[in-house]
């Protein structure tokens, strides 16, 4: 073999071993999952109307963290809604009272309640963030700070307010429940019933 094509088999060696490495040392790190801080800072001091259950607080921010698994649900991590400073407290379906404040409001759409079976609001400011599991049923509610801190203390000012959700496979929508056919007849008759024993009084 000629020194020439050995050369050239020794480069082309080398490039793949480097194109196959680099991947690996070029990519990213995975999404870290929550930290829960000191139990002092436990979310249930936060309230959040319309909501059941509460998980937190944790350090750093949940935009950036895994948190698919609170709750014993898997949110997939979809973060759908996400209302802040620069979105102006709107997020279509979201919107957020006393955005920048320690308390205000929060309120969802009808149909955007409709569309979904679980759903999960996460409440972020100062340096850490606490979610809280939605009842099943509110579309608005108040919300407070004091379930989250910062490095000054308890209650920060909020920087966003996320919603995570599952969304409904059946079943969806508002309860429209319709009378079996039989029950209809006969609500129709005892109706029909007493306006004639009206007219004979």
Same mark, same amino acid.
């Given at each position: !073999? ?12 080398? !490039?793949?071993?480097?194109?196959? &490495? ?73 919107? $957020?009272?006393?955005?920048?404040? *320690? ?35 509110? *579309?608005?509610?108040?919300?407070? *700070? ?11 000012? $909020? ?9 409904? *496979? ?18 129709? &008759? ?12």
């Amino acid at each position: !073999m000629k020194v020439s094509t050995l050369k050239f088999v020794a480069a082309t060696v080398a !490039m793949t071993s480097l194109a196959m &490495a680099a991947p690996q040392a070029i990519a990213a790190p995975p999404p870290s999952g929550p930290t829960l801080l000191s139990p002092a800072y436990d979310c249930s001091l936060g309230i959040v109307s319309g909501t059941v259950d509460c998980e937190g607080a944790f350090a750093g921010n949940n935009s950036n963290q895994t948190i698919d698994t609170l709750f014993g649900i898997d949110w997939n991590d979809n973060e759908i809604l996400k209302a802040e400073d620069s979105t102006g407290w709107f997020d279509g379906d979201l919107s $957020i009272g006393g955005g920048g404040a *320690t308390s205000g409001t929060w309120t969802l759409s009808q149909a955007f309640v409709d569309a979904y079976d679980s759903l999960m609001f996460v409440i972020k400011g100062g340096t850490s963030y606490s979610a809280y599991l939605w009842d099943g049923t509110s *579309t608005s509610g108040t919300w407070n *700070t004091n379930g989250i801190v910062n490095s000054a203390g308890r209650n920060p000012g $909020i920087s966003h307010f996320s919603v995570y959700g599952v969304a409904c *496979t059946e079943n969806c929508g508002p309860d429209t429940d319709v009378p079996e056919p039989g029950l209809a007849i006969g609500l129709g &008759a005892m109706a029909l019933g007493a306006i004639k024993a009206r007219k004979r009084g």
